[in-house]
């Protein structure tokens, strides 16, 4: 992947959202194979992770690896990022603990900027567009 090397996370706000609560939205237009930000927060164990997200319903949490998670629940932005099955974002390893936001589509200034949750149980509940088209 080609990605660019500029840095979009000051044209990041967030704001209310169409699809759940709040969400993240970008005020430039970016192009496909951007990187719009680092995601970053606190380096937890699986346990941990499985621990936050059933006695704290903490669900502000980035898988790293098999054994490695980022919670970012004390962020600003990254934390409002909302799950979309036509996503216009992927993540990917940045470093050692470390995991970026990437385009894979170029984003219009205005457009809430999305990505694909990648567990079952979400789709049970996703309201996007290709979820909600029912056949008759």
């Known amino acids: 992947m080609n990605v660019q090397f500029k840095d979009f996370e000051e044209f990041i706000y967030v704001k209310s959202s169409g699809i759940h609560g709040a969400g993240i939205f970008t005020s430039v ?3 496909a194979n951007s990187k719009i930000m680092d995601i970053s927060g606190e380096i ?3 346990d941990e992770c499985e621990r936050r997200e059933e006695e704290e319903d903490n669900v502000y949490i980035f898988w790293y690896d098999e054994e490695t998670y980022i919670d970012t629940a004390n962020t600003k932005k ?11 974002c992927d993540i990917e390893e ?3 603990f470390g995991l970026e936001l990437i385009t ?3 984003i219009k200034a205005g ?5 694909d ?3 079952e149980e979400i789709y049970d509940d996703c309201n996007c567009r290709r979820c909600n088209v029912y056949e008759v």
């Open 94 to 96: 940045a470093d050692e």
């Open 117 to 119: 949750y990648g567990y």
């Open 78 to 88: 990254i934390k409002y990022i909302n799950h979309n099955c036509e996503y216009n």
């Open 44 to 46: 937890i164990s699986g």
């Open 29 to 31: 237009d970016i192009p």
């Open 111 to 115: 457009e809430e900027i999305t990505i």
């Open 104 to 106: 894979v589509r170029g």
